[in-house]
């Protein structure tokens, strides 16, 4: 069974940066695909970016963002070791959430990417709040 597991989540303060992890584990999994979502307190849990190896483990994977973390997110990853970051800059009160890691082993076209409901495995979430 494959499973999922966010790490890296606490307090920021705002302007500062942050950085979260996500590694897959406990069976034979190669993700197609990995990314990550985010619920905000009295929100709708949303998509944030996500990485894309079309071209198999070898091949560079290609990045998607949601508009509000465009410029400030970084995501990265390696396809071979089924892991993917998040690099977090220039954070605001607006991006405390619980973020959530997903992995689909299927090739998902870009226009399937934000979707929540295309991955098949999801992490329990880490929380990522900015303040004072």
């Known amino acids: 069974q494959v499973q999922l597991e966010e790490s890296g989540g606490g307090l920021v303060q705002p302007g500062g940066s942050n950085r979260l992890s996500c590694a897959a584990s406990?069976?034979?999994?190669?993700?197609?695909?990995m990314g990550w979502f985010r619920q905000g307190p009295g929100k709708e849990r949303e998509f944030v970016a996500a990485?894309?190896?079309?071209?198999?483990?070898?091949?560079?994977?290609?990045?998607y963002y949601a508009d509000p973390v465009k410029g400030r997110f970084t995501i990265s990853g390696d396809s071979a070791k089924n892991v993917v970051f998040l690099q977090m800059d220039s954070l605001n009160p607006e991006d405390t959430a619980i973020y959530y890691c997903?992995?689909?082993?299927?090739?998902?076209?870009?226009?399937?990417?934000?979707?929540?409901?295309?991955?098949?495995?999801w992490g329990q979430g880490t929380q990522v709040t900015v303040s004072s």
């Open positions: 406990g069976g034979i999994f190669r993700a197609s695909v």
């Open positions: 990485i894309r190896w079309s071209g198999g483990a070898g091949s560079g994977g290609r990045t």
């Open positions: 997903a992995a689909d082993p299927g090739l998902l076209a870009s226009h399937e990417v934000s979707r929540q409901y295309e991955y098949k495995y």
